[in-house]
């Protein structure tokens, strides 16, 4: 388990540019293994530790978030209180880099996996298409890490009765190195179905780093499937 999730970090590292991502993804894994799965509170509490010594390149919702619950707001409702001041706009992307550690704790059985990747999201981002495609590379990571082939693990998604809705969104949203997350999660599909996908995405996603973190964290998987066959 120790190795998947230190194959699923340096994915991650290989996308990420900034910082963000890899350092919440690192939150995950050490919550996860300490606490033997995922556990919200003792997660909770681990993101407000980093966020208050110290925390760089978090992302606006997330930075929003918890500095509401450093000032008394409830945890469990502090995403649903950004998620109203903002209007609703909280379907960004910073769920679906963090997330993909999930997969790679094995001892959460692959149909529990869509339930606790929304969850994790929703502690942050309230607009349930952040949890959703959150999901999404949740269980494509954990589709490669089961010996599905690339094309195998994204036919398993598109007709998973919980994410298929999703997925088809994703199918059909824009090209572009913005940070909404179903033109994340589109642009990131995009390059991994092409050769040197991370290269390209680095260049496609600049300073802003949104597709890229996605783009590592599946290719270092698709990588390792091909050498150890």
Same mark, same amino acid.
């Given at each position: 388990?120790i190795?998947?999730l230190?194959?699923? &970090?340096?994915?991650?590292?290989n996308?990420d ?6 350092k919440?993804?690192?939150? &995950? ?18 993101y ?7 925390a ?21 409702n ?9 209007n609703?706009?909280?379907?960004g992307?910073?769920?679906?880099h ?12 692959t149909n ?7 969850e ?6 309230y607009h ?9 590379v949740?269980? &494509? ?18 007709k ?13 949203a ?7 997350? &179903?033109?994340?999660m ?7 179905n092409?050769k040197?996908s ?20 599946i ?5 390792q499937?091909t050498?150890?066959?």
């Amino acid at each position: 388990e120790i190795i998947i999730l230190d194959i699923i &970090l340096q994915g991650v590292r290989n996308g990420d540019k900034i910082g963000g991502p890899t350092k919440l993804a690192e939150i &995950l894994s050490l919550s996860l293994t300490a606490s033997n799965g995922f556990n919200k509170a003792d997660l909770i509490k681990r993101y407000s530790e980093w966020w208050n010594n110290g925390a760089f390149d978090t992302g606006p919702t997330f930075a929003m978030v918890f500095q509401t619950i450093s000032e008394g707001a409830p945890y469990n409702n502090a995403s649903k209180i950004i998620n109203d001041k903002l209007n609703g706009a909280t379907a960004g992307c910073g769920p679906a880099h963090r997330a993909a550690p999930l997969a790679g704790y094995i001892n959460i059985p692959t149909n529990k996996l869509i339930k606790c990747a929304r969850e994790e999201a929703k502690i942050t981002h309230y607009h349930p298409l952040a949890g959703d495609c959150s999901a999404i590379v949740v269980m &494509l990571c954990r589709h490669l890490l089961e010996g599905y082939s690339w094309d195998q693990s994204k036919n398993l998604i598109s007709k998973n009765k919980d994410l298929k809705n999703t997925w088809n969104k994703v199918m059909s949203a824009n090209m572009n190195n913005g940070g909404y997350v &179903l033109d994340v999660m589109h642009s990131a599909i995009h390059f991994l179905n092409k050769k040197d996908s991370l290269e390209k995405s680095l260049i496609f996603a600049g300073s802003a780093n949104y597709c890229s973190v996605i783009v590592g964290t599946i290719q270092n998987l698709i990588d390792q499937q091909t050498s150890h066959s």
